[in-house]
């Protein structure tokens, strides 16, 4: 079993940044794939960046790529989402999930196991 605990979400103004953490706590942290999603009021939930097991491979969606950054800390069984330069599109309740992914499933939500409770992000200018 896996627990997932998301942590740093809050108001902040167009341009500004956050970094979310995401806590680990279970099995083994290098045996899956960590992921963000973010789920708008009436939208579904969308994905946008995961990291491999091991952290060699790194995935970003479109609206976020070149902003956001994705990093984990085996030491701190941690994820981290590195927000900058955030706009009033990136509102959200912000996700971490844990799964068996890669190259080519990595954006699927399906193919993740565990989630977190979320942690609402909110841009405002």
């Known amino acids: 079993q896996v627990t997932l605990v998301e942590s740093g979400g809050r108001l902040v103004q167009t341009g500004g940044s956050l970094r979310l953490s995401c806590a680990y706590y279970?099995?083994?942290?290098?045996?899956?794939?960590m992921a963000w999603f973010r789920q708008a009021p009436g939208e579904e939930r969308k994905f946008v960046s995961s990291?491999?097991?091991?952290?060699?491979?790194?995935y970003y969606a479109d609206s976020v790529k070149g902003r956001f950054t994705i990093s984990r800390d085996s030491d701190k069984n941690t994820v981290y989402l590195e927000m900058n330069s955030l706009k009033a599109d990136d509102t959200a309740v912000y996700y971490c999930?844990?799964?068996?992914?890669?190259?080519?499933?990595?954006?699927?939500?399906?193919?993740?196991?565990?989630w977190g409770q979320g942690t609402q992000v909110t841009v405002s200018s």
């Open positions: 990291i491999n097991y091991n952290g060699q491979s790194k």
């Open positions: 279970g099995r083994p942290f290098n045996l899956y794939s």
């Open positions: 999930a844990a799964g068996y992914t890669d190259s080519t499933t990595y954006a699927q939500s399906s193919n993740y196991d565990y």
